[in-house]
């Protein structure tokens, strides 16, 4: 029973890492048509009109058995939906593509490989959690299989003082990624999946509206010789990957311990080589394939040792 709750938890984590990488192809058609903070902007407002009516139902239906929260809550929860998009949103979204053009795809794509440990880093003081060997055993083994499946990026690196502020550009952007993932775990405690993310996104949108119309030669409203298929482009990333993705990932983050989330976080290069294989074309090598099954042994080991430590606890 225990090895089939691990095979599922595994194996939900996965189906999130595919949702998010069809992020790869879809940013690659739309950002040809509109800038950065532009493409962000609508993505989110695609993203919240697609869940804002499911809030609106959930709050409707828990108003009878909601406590009333007081002012001070609200004020409290106002700020951290600030922190959550000026932290969590806004550098993943902007200033990753910025640094990018600055350094390299390639840069970027190792440099990512931080997320993980990012998240297991800010986890110990934010929600108290320990670092076990068993953990480190197996974040470890995850970012070796995370190597072997972005190999071909490490050959295109090139790390020089050129190339220098733009990585620590996509540095700040890493640190934003894992920042959003421990904050909300924190604010599931307190809101819903739902909550959590369409406020969350409404800070994201307006932050990224006012840094087009601020730094953008083209602004947000300048869209009108966008074609079909960047607009599919951008349906595809707010339904998928910050949409139905987004859910499912809130639901796990609520439920599994970081350590494995952080684990399952290398799955995302695994799949974005498949997907990108499968829609551009691209080979797949022996050595991707092989990374690929140590990430998936990695996610087993450390769901089973949460598994056994819950056990022992209770």
């Not at 903070?37 to 919240?48: E, G, K, V």
């Not at 295109?156 to 775990?185: D, H």
């Not at 990957?241 to 350590?259: C, K, N, P, Q, Y």
């Amino acid at each position: 029973m225990t090895m089939t709750r691990t095979l599922a938890n595994v194996g939900w984590l996965s189906l999130v890492n595919v949702l998010w990488a069809s992020q790869f192809p879809a940013y690659k058609l739309a950002a040809d048509h509109m800038s950065v903070s532009s493409l962000s902007f609508y993505t989110f407002l695609c993203a919240i009109a697609i869940l804002a009516p499911f809030l609106v139902w959930e709050q409707r239906r828990a108003k009878s058995q909601r406590i009333a929260r007081d002012r001070a809550s609200g004020r409290l929860a106002a700020l951290d939906y600030l922190l959550l998009g000026f932290i969590g949103l806004l550098p993943p979204s902007i200033l990753m593509a910025w640094g990018i053009q600055h350094s390299s795809g390639s840069n970027a794509a190792i440099l990512t490989l931080t997320i993980p440990l990012l998240m297991v880093a800010v986890a110990v003081p934010l929600l108290g959690e320990r670092l076990t060997w068993t953990r480190i055993t197996a974040l470890a083994l995850a970012l070796l299989g995370a190597v072997f499946i972005s190999k071909d990026d490490m050959g295109g690196s090139s790390f020089t003082s050129s190339t220098l502020f733009g990585n620590l550009v996509i540095f700040g952007a890493c640190i934003g990624s894992a920042f959003y993932n421990i904050y909300s775990k924190r604010l599931l405690s307190r809101h819903s999946e739902l909550e959590v993310l369409v406020y969350g996104y409404t800070v994201g949108a307006i932050l990224c509206l006012l840094a087009s119309l601020a730094f953008d030669e083209r602004p947000f409203y300048d869209v009108l010789d966008v074609p079909m298929g960047g607009w599919m482009a951008v349906l595809i990333l707010g339904s998928l990957t910050w949409g139905v993705s987004m859910v499912l990932f809130m639901w796990l983050l609520r439920r599994l311990d970081i350590a494995l989330i952080s684990v399952s976080v290398y799955l995302l290069s695994f799949f974005g080589v498949l997907l990108s294989a499968l829609t551009l074309g691209e080979r797949v090598h022996r050595t991707q394939l092989l990374g690929g099954i140590v990430v998936f042994a990695a996610a087993i080991l450390s769901d089973s040792y949460e598994r056994r430590a819950a056990q022992l606890i209770k």
